[in-house]
């Protein structure tokens, strides 16, 4: 099973500023990887997928970056509705077809 | 606009079977293209996907769940469910449904339910 760990767990910024936040594999998922955004008491909500593509509705300061093992999820200029955790999650299609989820890293106001 | 909504009891006994339902609305399940997903969440804790089915009714399945789960599809009411057997403590979570577009590389999940907590107690 290919593990997914995100850092740092907890990451305080200003608003206004640019957050960034790191998932690594440990094993290669090429670019298989997809970022969500969840709020308390709310589903995640899909930001990225295939690494980098932004999804459907999301603001041109989300970007995604990386392949293989090593990725990054950058917020350019943090909003006051940023402020969420985020996780990373990678698709596997060889036998099993698997998805795996990061632990999260909340992103809180400094 | 798709709408994905969870149902099913919130409370389920130890060893019994959790039974939930995804109604899908705003977009046919049967008319192929997606991948539908059940999701859990323990509180305070990451995702963890439990498997999906595609509209010509294939499954896959998280290995490590695989010989309790089962999910099924119809697509007379536009619904997917979840049968989870033998339910422990360790169960307890809330249960997400969620729809993935089908392609040969991960596309994420777009949609999902609002999410219903689950809890496993005698």
């Known amino acids: 099973e290919v593990v997914m760990t995100q850092s740092p767990a907890t990451l305080s910024v200003s608003p206004g500023e640019r957050a960034t936040l790191s998932c690594r594999a440990s094993q290669s998922v090429s670019y298989n990887l997809a970022w969500y955004q969840q709020k308390p008491g709310q589903a995640p909500r899909l930001l990225i997928y295939a690494a980098s593509t932004r999804a459907t509705g999301i603001p041109a300061r989300f970007s995604g970056s990386g392949s293989g093992t090593e990725f990054t999820l950058t917020i350019s200029s943090l909003q006051s509705e940023d402020f969420a955790v985020y996780s990373c999650q990678q698709y596997t299609n060889w036998?099993?077809?698997?998805?795996?989820?990061?632990?999260?890293?909340?992103?809180?106001?400094k | 606009?798709?709408?994905?909504?969870?149902?099913?009891?919130?409370?389920?006994?130890?060893?019994?079977?959790?039974?939930?339902?995804?109604?899908?609305?705003?977009?046919?399940?049967?008319?192929?293209?997606?991948?539908?997903?059940?999701?859990?969440?323990?509180?305070?804790?990451?995702?963890?996907?439990i498997g999906r089915i595609y509209t010509r009714g294939s499954t896959k399945y998280n290995p490590s769940l695989q010989s309790r789960v089962t999910i099924s599809l119809d697509t007379s009411?536009?619904?997917?469910?979840?049968?989870?057997?033998?339910?422990?403590?360790?169960?307890?979570?809330?249960?997400?449904?969620?729809?993935?577009?089908?392609?040969?590389?991960g596309e994420g999940f777009?949609?999902?339910?609002?999410?219903?907590?689950?809890?496993?107690?005698?």
Do not use: H
């Open chain 2, 1 to 49: 606009q798709v709408q994905l909504q969870e149902s099913g009891p919130g409370l389920v006994r130890p060893s019994q079977t959790l039974s939930l339902t995804c109604t899908v609305s705003g977009g046919s399940i049967g008319s192929g293209g997606y991948y539908w997903s059940w999701i859990r969440q323990p509180a305070g804790k990451g995702l963890e996907w």
């Open chain 2, 77 to 105: 009411k536009n619904q997917f469910s979840l049968n989870l057997t033998s339910v422990t403590a360790a169960d307890t979570a809330v249960y997400y449904c969620a729809r993935e577009e089908a392609a040969a590389y």
């Open chain 1, 95 to 109: 036998p099993p077809v698997m998805y795996t989820f990061g632990q999260g890293t909340k992103l809180e106001i």
């Open chain 2, 110 to 122: 777009d949609y999902w339910g609002q999410g219903t907590l689950v809890a496993v107690s005698s």
